[in-house]
């Protein structure tokens, strides 16, 4: 057994789900391989997306591939950087927008 | 600046060594299958030549840069370069060549003593496309340089130069530090006498190559976006980018195993392999000519020192029909050149 949940080997193995549902995994990759073709967005803005959503999903793989594809595509660090920050205030803005849900039952149990 | 492998005294110095390690490790335990196996897959082993179109001449290992990935392990310290002698010896093939291309190389070839005699015989002889690889900041490195530029149009020399990245600290990381800045500056001047313009049968492009343990995105969209910003930056321009992808051997791959990124890289090279990509690689259509007169299938065997599987062997032997019968000696470092849409020094190949 791993001595970890995650192991950076895996993700090669990411292909390997199609061994067990052949139908969903291949449609799953089909779609996955659409939705990062260029389109109205250009692949690199795609790029610049999943990265800020692997990190705002935490999901190691995700940070991985995407920071990869993003040294390939020649996407600079600082550009990076400024990716997570979108995620990153996007995730504190939503837990600060709650704030408000939290003063709403406030005033309505306050006397 | 760091000194090359030689200089060092490194391990990986030594070409054996080198292919040792290419041929151990993952690939003997069947973690990943050798190139042989993969190429027979497709009923491509063993790989044959093409029509010859390309000459490729290695000047000499002299470099006034030493860049981190640098396949042939370039140097100052460097002191193998090709003789007036051995360049005779060239310049009676280039007469007789089928092949429409003379590609010079290095080091920086421009260092070798004999290098413009070389360039105005060479010019004579006709070939459509005469290219000189020049590392752009040896036009900068000197006085007795500064005419580049100018030595280069009069003979109306293709020039094709590296540029890792359109930003300066991708590009000195890789290349040394100062190396952006005279780059551009260097660019500047070869626009300036006509070199890259839209509209110029002087020909100018740039070759990208990773700045680390990862594959050339795609070749057009990374020109669209060196160009982009060449212009907006420093109003350059230049004609077509080459994406090439780093080959894991010499100061790339002691980079690959210093980094602890070797395996990963492997098996990054493997996935991408692309089956379509093996019949245009660059060793069909190419020789490669070493500073002393040896022939072998690319630059990179060059670097091997694995010669060609010929009775020809050597400039002075030198037979185009003996040589078309051979075949190409192939590793683990041709993954290399079959990832993705491929790769060679003119670019993508599939």
Known sequence: ?111 | MIKSLQKRESDLANANRQLELLSNGIFANGELPTFKDKIAETNQFPLTPNKLEILQINLGYMCNQVCEHCHVDAGPDRKEIMTRETMMQCLEVIKKTEAHTLDLTGGAPEMNPEFRWFVEEASKAGIKDFIVRSNLTIIRANKKYYDLPEFFKKHNVHVVSSMPHWTRGKTDKQRGEGVFDKSIKALQELNAVGYGMPDSDLRLDLVYNPSGAFLPGDQASMEKEFKKALKEDFNIQFHSLFAITNLPISRFLDYLIASDNYEDYMHSLVEAYNPAAVSSVMCTNTISISWDGWLYDCDFNQMLELKVASKVKHISDYNEELLQDRKIIISQHCYGCTAGAGSSCQGTVA
């Open chain 1, 1 to 111: 057994m791993a001595k970890t949940y995650y192991d950076p080997a895996d993700l090669r193995k990411f292909g390997k789900i199609t061994e067990w549902n052949e139908e969903l995994g291949n449609k799953f990759f089909d779609y996955y391989g659409k939705v990062f073709e260029e389109g109205a967005l250009s692949a690199r803005e795609k790029s610049l997306i999943a990265l800020a959503v692997a990190h705002t999903e935490q999901c190691p793989y995700c940070i991985d591939a995407y920071t990869q594809d993003g040294l390939q595509r020649g996407i600079t660090k600082e550009e990076m950087m400024e990716a997570l920050h979108v995620g990153a205030a996007i995730k504190s803005g939503a837990t600060l927008v709650h704030g408000v849900q939290m003063m709403n039952k406030v005033n309505k149990l306050e006397m």
